[in-house]
């Protein structure tokens, strides 16, 4: 694991710093693996009472996955395999026995709004910023399995509108339709109340919490048990639309959209 990822525990409590700061912690692949090992690594020390999630500086939770790695993807197939292999890594910190706190100051969008969407507590700031905006950026989709960590928060309606408006939802609002649990004013209030909620729930009783988690993980999966979307996760990743949405964006030019 190199410094993309920093990892620490102090006092029982073990603290996950994605450290991009200079591309807003935007993800890499190997972040994605090194974060679903690492909650392999606190779900196995008794010593860990809880993690916390947050990302390097005060303009970025994560802003998503990094684009420049799509470069490389030749058609649906690759799709597939992405959407897979995130949902191995959500499933990962969803299956960690442990509480799992996001601390979200600034842009938390794309990839790093569904790694906040499976903490289970989410802290932020006035300046905190969520959504998944890729009907604007790249014309590629969200998996259902993705989606519906969305749905389990704030609803089928709410949603489908984050969705299909591509825009970020303030924070005052992301604490009213659930995605934020609480709204603090800056990163120093932040860093306090994440510190004191870490605290106060690895104190509680660990098997309540442990099997607190993995039911509302049941009760998610089920959604979704019968329901296969390879076919329109390889339409929009196999598109002309998303090659050039990616490429646009790596440009820093606005794409053109072609609807195929």
Same mark, same amino acid.
């Given at each position: &694991?190199?410094?993309?990822?920093?990892?620490?525990v =102090? #006092?029982?409590?073990? =603290? !996950?710093?994605?450290?991009?700061?200079?591309?807003?912690?935007?993800?890499?692949?190997? &972040?994605?693996?090194?974060?679903a090992e690492? %909650?392999?690594?606190? %779900?196995? @020390?008794?010593?860990?009472?809880? &993690?916390?999630i947050?990302?390097?500086? #005060?303009? /970025?939770?994560?802003?998503?996955s990094?684009?420049?790695?799509?470069?490389?993807?030749?058609?649906g197939?690759d799709?597939?395999?992405?959407?897979?292999?995130? @949902? =191995?890594v959500?499933?990962?910190?969803? $299956?960690?026995?442990?509480?799992?706190? +996001?601390?979200? $100051?600034?842009? $938390?969008?794309?990839?790093?709004?569904?790694?906040?969407?499976?903490? #289970?507590?989410?802290?932020?700031?006035?300046?905190?910023?969520?959504?998944?905006p890729?009907?604007?950026?790249?014309?590629? $989709?969200l998996?259902?399995?993705?989606?519906?960590?969305?749905?389990?928060? *704030?609803? +089928?309606?709410?949603t489908?509108?984050? &969705?299909?408006?591509?825009?970020?939802?303030? /924070?005052?609002?992301?604490?009213?339709?659930?995605?934020l649990?609480?709204?603090v004013? #800056?990163?120093? %209030?932040? @860093?306090?109340?994440?510190?004191?909620?870490?605290?106060?729930?690895?104190d509680?009783?660990?098997?309540?919490?442990?099997?607190?988690?993995?039911q *509302?993980?049941?009760?998610?999966? /089920?959604?979704?048990?019968?329901?296969?979307?390879?076919?329109?996760?390889?339409?929009?990743?196999?598109?002309e @639309?998303?090659?050039?949405?990616?490429?646009?964006? !790596?440009?820093r030019?606005?794409?053109?959209?072609?609807?195929?």
């Amino acid at each position: &694991m190199n410094n993309d990822l920093l990892y620490e525990v =102090h #006092d029982g409590i073990a =603290h !996950v710093t994605l450290n991009r700061p200079q591309a807003r912690n935007a993800l890499t692949f190997e &972040m994605y693996e090194g974060l679903a090992e690492l %909650a392999g690594q606190v %779900a196995a @020390d008794p010593a860990i009472g809880a &993690m916390v999630i947050r990302g390097a500086g #005060d303009k /970025a939770f994560a802003s998503g996955s990094e684009i420049s790695q799509f470069l490389a993807f030749k058609g649906g197939a690759d799709g597939i395999a992405y959407e897979q292999h995130l @949902d =191995h890594v959500l499933t990962a910190l969803e $299956c960690c026995p442990k509480p799992v706190i +996001a601390a979200i $100051c600034g842009a $938390c969008t794309g990839g790093g709004a569904a790694i906040a969407a499976v903490c #289970d507590l989410r802290i932020g700031t006035r300046g905190t910023r969520f959504g998944v905006p890729v009907a604007r950026t790249l014309g590629n $989709c969200l998996s259902v399995a993705s989606l519906s960590r969305f749905v389990s928060l *704030m609803g +089928a309606a709410r949603t489908l509108e984050m &969705m299909l408006t591509a825009r970020l939802i303030e /924070a005052d609002e992301a604490k009213a339709l659930g995605l934020l649990n609480e709204v603090v004013d #800056d990163i120093e %209030a932040l @860093d306090a109340r994440v510190a004191e909620l870490a605290r106060s729930v690895a104190d509680l009783a660990p098997l309540t919490l442990r099997v607190t988690k993995e039911q *509302m993980r049941r009760l998610r999966a /089920a959604m979704i048990a019968d329901v296969n979307d390879d076919d329109l996760v390889a339409m929009c990743y196999g598109s002309e @639309d998303f090659k050039a949405g990616v490429e646009a964006f !790596v440009a820093r030019r606005p794409p053109e959209w072609r609807g195929k």
